[in-house]
C-alpha cells in the first residue's frame, strides 16, 4: 500500500514537472518575446492546457498530506515563504492568461506578471529541489534551519538550471505547437539553452563531487542508476540531430524524456527516503487504515480516471494552433 | 512559540479562507440552477431558458475559476503554517481532502469542459446529465469539506498513537451525526446564494426595464425557491444549534452571552458582552424557558454558561456574539423578503412595486454575509481548540514560524488577493449589468479556462487555441 501511494505520488510530480514546465517554460520565453503577435501566438500554444497542469501541483499536495503527513508539515513549513511566493507567482500568472485581453492599456501589468510570475515559481521550484538535495538542517526529525535555511548557492543554482530546463522544455513545444516566426525563433533558442542545461548539469555534478554531498553514496552503492543518464545522454544526442534536421516533433519528446531521466535519476538516489538522510519513504507513510481508505475512494478508479482525461484533453487540442489572421484586428 | 506569529497565522487562514468561501458558496448554488435551467428548457422547450443558461454559465466560469485559484492556497496553508496540526490531523484530514480534490477534479473538471463545449457535440440528455454532474461535483466538494470541519468541531472515529490522531472508523468519521445537520445547513446556505443572487439580478433588469421574459423568470424562480428553502434552512440553523449545545458547551455559552448555569435558560437577545466583567451590557432578555426552549428544545433543561468553563477555554465571546445575531438576521431579511416577494409575485403585482424591486437588488449581499458571519461563529467559536478539546490552535501551529516571515506572507496575500479579487469580481460585475445575450452562444472559451468565459466582452477577442488541421 505504501509503494501504490509512492507510485502515485511519482506520477503526479513528474506529471506535474513536464506538463507544468511546459507552460512556465512558455512563460519565461514569453518575456523575451517582442511584439504583440509573437506573445499571441505563444500564449495560444499553452493557453488550453495550464490550467489543468497545474491541478497535478495540488493532487501532488493532498497526496502528500494524506498518505505522507510528516513530510508534507516538514517540507511545506520548511519552505514556508518560498512556497508562498511561489504560489501567488502562479495565481498572478494564471489570472494575466485571462485578464490582459481585457485591457489595452494597461495589458503590460499582465503580461510583467505573467512573465514575472513564471519565473518566480520556476526558480522556487528549483530551488526547493536543490536544497533538498544538498540536505535540509533537521534536528530530531524537525526542520531547525531557521527562515532562510534553504537558501545557499546550490540551492540557488538548481533555480537557475530548473529555469533553463523549463525554457527549454517551453521552447520545444512552442516548435511543436507554432508555425512561423514564433517556431523559427524557438528553434534558434533551442540549442542555447540545451547548452546552458547541459553546463548546469556538469557544474552540479561537478559540485556534488567536490562537496562530497551524502547523495553520491548512492551513487557508488547502486551503479545500475547510471542508466538514467545513458538514457538522458541519448535523447541528448537526438535532441541535436533533430533539430540539425528541422524537425518539429523529435525535440520535445526529446527534452521530456531528458526531464523523465533527470526525475528518475533523483527519485531513486533519494530512495529510501523522501526527505533525504531525515525521513524514509515507510517512516512517513500514513496508517494503514487512511491508505487503504484512500486506495479505494480515490487510488484505484478515479487516478486513473484523472489520467485519462488529462489524455483526452490534450489530444483534443493536438496539431498546430492556427496563427495566421484574426490578430491584427484592433 | 511566537504569540505575534500565532496571531498573524490565525488571521491570515481567516483570510484567505474568507475570500475563498465566496466563491464556492456562489457556484455550488448556480451549478444547481443551471442544472434546473436546463432540465426546464428539455421540458418545456422554451428558448428563454436557453438564454438564461448561457447568461448564467458564463458567470458561473469566473467564479469557478476564482474559487479554484484561491481554493490552490488552501491546500498548502496546513503545511506552511499549521505543521502541527497537519502531522497530527493528515491521517484523518488528508485522506478527506484528497477526495475533496480527486472528486472535483473528476466531475467537475471533466463535464464543465462538455458544458462549455459540448452543446453541439453531445445529445441533450448528455448535456443536461453534464450540468448535473458539475452540480453534483461541487456537491461533492462542499461535503468533503464539511465533513473534514465537522471531525475538527466534533472529533470523531480515531484513536491516539505517538501523538498521531490514527483513524479506526471512517463510517463514523464519514457519517458523524453533526455532518448531517451542518452539510445541509452549508449546501442550502449555497442554494440561497444563487437564488438570491438570480433574483436579485432579475429586479435590477425589472427595475432597468430591460430583458423582460428572462428578468421575470429569474425573479420569480430566485424568490420562489428562497421562499421555500429559508424555513427549511432555519430548522437546520436550528438543529446545528442543538448539536453546538450537545458537544461544543463553551461556544454555545459564547453564543448566547450566557455568563451562568440557569435552570431553564433565558434568551439574551441583543446585548454588549462585557468579558472583563463577565456580564452582559444593555441587553435584552427574554425570560426563561425560552433559553432552554431554544438550545435544548426543552421547557426545563439546565444550560451552561461561561463561568463553569475554565477562562482559559473560552473563545473570544464577542465574535461569536455578534456574528451568530448578524447571520440570523440575515436570514430573516431574507425570509421576509422571499415570502412578501413571492405573494406578490403570485398576485402579478411584483413588477409594478419598485420599492420591493430594490430591496430585491440590494439583497444579494445577504446571503454572502450571512455564510461568511455563520462561518465566523462556527470557527471563532470553537476556539482555543484547532480540534475541538483534543488540540489547541496554540500548539498546532509550525513551532519555528517567526513573526516576521508570517508578516511577510500576510501583506502579500492580502495585496495580491486584493489586486485580482477585485478584478475578477470587476468582471462579474460587468457581465450581469451587460445581461444576456439573445444570440446563439460563442464557443470561443475551452474547459479548461473558466475564465475565459467571459470573453464575450474583450476589448479584442484573445483568438486562442484553434487547434489546427
Known sequence: ?330 | MDMTALLLSRIQFAFTITFHIIFPSFTIGLAAWLAVLEALRLATGRPVYRVIFDFWLKIFGVAFGMGVVSGIVMAFQFGTNWSELAKMSGPIQGPLLMYETFWAFMLEASFFGVLIFGRSRVPPWFYLFSTAMVALGTTFSAFFIMVNNSWMQVPTGYVMENGVFVPNDWTRILFNSVVWSRFPHMLLAAYLTGAFCVAATGAWYMLRKIYHAESRIMLRMGLGLAAVLMPVQLFFGHLNGIYVNTYQPSKMAAIEGRWNDEKPGSEVLFAWPDVENRRNRFAITLPPPFGSLIDSDSLTAGETGLNSIPPENWPPVAIPFFAFRIMVGCGLLMLGLAWLGSYLSYRHRLAYNRPLLWATFLSFPLPFVAIITGWFTAEVGRQPWVVYGVLRTADAMTPFLTAQQATISLVIFCAVYAFIFLFGTFYIYRLIRTGPDRKPFPHLAVPNRPMSLAGEELIEEPNHLVAGE
Open chain 1, 1 to 330: 500500500m505504501v509503494m501504490f501511494w509512492v507510485s502515485l505520488l511519482a506520477i503526479s510530480i513528474l506529471l506535474y514537472v513536464l506538463l507544468d514546465g511546459v507552460d512556465l517554460g512558455v512563460g519565461l520565453l514569453f518575456g523575451l518575446a517582442s511584439g504583440e503577435t509573437r506573445r499571441r501566438a505563444m500564449l495560444s500554444a499553452v493557453a488550453p492546457i495550464w490550467d489543468g497542469n497545474e491541478t497535478w501541483l495540488v493532487v501532488t499536495a493532498v497526496i502528500l498530506w494524506g498518505a505522507f503527513p510528516i513530510v508534507y508539515a516538514n517540507l511545506l513549513s520548511a519552505f514556508y515563504l518560498p512556497l508562498i511566493v511561489m504560489l501567488l507567482g502562479l495565481i498572478l500568472r494564471g489570472v494575466a492568461f485571462e485578464f490582459r485581453y481585457k485591457t489595452q492599456r494597461l495589458r503590460w501589468i499582465w503580461d510583467l506578471s505573467f512573465a514575472g510570475g513564471s519565473l518566480i515559481a520556476t526558480f522556487i521550484q528549483g530551488m526547493t529541489v536543490g536544497a533538498l538535495v544538498e540536505g535540509l538542517q533537521f534536528t530530531n526529525g524537525e526542520y531547525s534551519g531557521g527562515a532562510v535555511g534553504w537558501l545557499t548557492p546550490f540551492a540557488v543554482l538548481c533555480g537557475i538550471g530548473l529555469c533553463l530546463g523549463y525554457a527549454l522544455l517551453g521552447a520545444c513545444w512552442l516548435v511543436r505547437k507554432c508555425e512561423g516566426k514564433v517556431r523559427d525563433v524557438a528553434r534558434r533558442q533551442i540549442p542555447v539553452l540545451a547548452v546552458g542545461v547541459l553546463a548546469f548539469l556538469v557544474v552540479v555534478f561537478a559540485y556534488a563531487l567536490a562537496e562530497n554531498l551524502p547523495i553520491l553514496d548512492r551513487w557508488i552503492d547502486r551503479p545500475y542508476l547510471f542508466v538514467f543518464p545513458a538514457i538522458g545522454a541519448i535523447s541528448a544526442a537526438v535532441l541535436a540531430f533533430s533539430i540539425l534536421n528541422h524537425n518539429d516533433y523529435l525535440p520535445f519528446h526529446m527534452v521530456a524524456l531528458i526531464f523523465v531521466s533527470a526525475f528518475g535519476t533523483l527519485a531513486l538516489s533519494f530512495w529510501p527516503y523522501m526527505i533525504p538522510s531525515v525521513i524514509t519513504v515507510e517512516q512517513a507513510a500514513a496508517p494503514q487504515s487512511s491508505l487503504v481508505f484512500m486506495f479505494w475512494g480515490c487510488g484505484l478508479i478515479v487516478f486513473p480516471l484523472m489520467l485519462v482525461y488529462t489524455v483526452v484533453s490534450y489530444s483534443v487540442f493536438r496539431g498546430k494552433v492556427r496563427t495566421t489572421g484574426g490578430y491584427e484586428h484592433h
